[in-house]
C-alpha cells in the first residue's frame, strides 16, 4: 500500500523555524520526484520544493528560495522540508507529493500527481 505521512507542522512566531517530515511506503524514494506543497484556505494548492529522488536535484517556487531547504534520506525513505524565517504568509497546509517527473514538472503541477499525503498544518502567529 502506498502511503505519504506528513509530520513536523505546528504553531510558530515569525521568525522561527520547523522541519517537516514525508515518510513514504510502499514506493522507493529513487524512482519519483517528491514534492511539499501548501494551501491556504480559500487558495490553490501551490508547489514550494521539489526534490528528484534519484539524483537529488532540487527546485524552489521564487517565494521561498533562501528560507526553505529540501532534503532526502533514502534509506529512511523520507523526504525533509526545513523552513527557517518564517513568516504569517507561510500559515498553510503543507503536503506531500510523489509523481514520476521532473522535480520542475512536479512543482508546477504539469500533470497529475500520483500520490499526495494528508498534510499537516503550519500556522505563523505573534
Known amino acids: 500500500q502506498v502511503r505519504l505521512v506528513e509530520s513536523g507542522g505546528g504553531s510558530v512566531q515569525p521568525g522561527g523555524s520547523l522541519r517537516l517530515s514525508c515518510v513514504a511506503s510502499?514506493?522507493?524514494?529513487?524512482?519519483?520526484?517528491i514534492g511539499w506543497f501548501r494551501q491556504a484556505p480559500g487558495n490553490d494548492r501551490t508547489g514550494v520544493s521539489c526534490i528528484d529522488g534519484s539524483d537529488g536535484s532540487t527546485y524552489y517556487a521564487d517565494s521561498v528560495k533562501g528560507r526553505f531547504t529540501i532534503s532526502r534520506d533514502n534509506a529512511k525513505n523520507t523526504v525533509y522540508l526545513q523552513i527557517n524565517g518564517l513568516k504569517a504568509e507561510d500559515t498553510s497546509v503543507y503536503y506531500c507529493a510523489a509523481r514520476r517527473a521532473t522535480v520542475q514538472a512536479l512543482c508546477q503541477l504539469w500533470g497529475p500527481i500520483d500520490y499526495w499525503g494528508q498534510g499537516t498544518q503550519v500556522t505563523v502567529s505573534s
Open positions: 510502499g514506493f522507493s524514494l529513487d524512482d519519483y520526484a
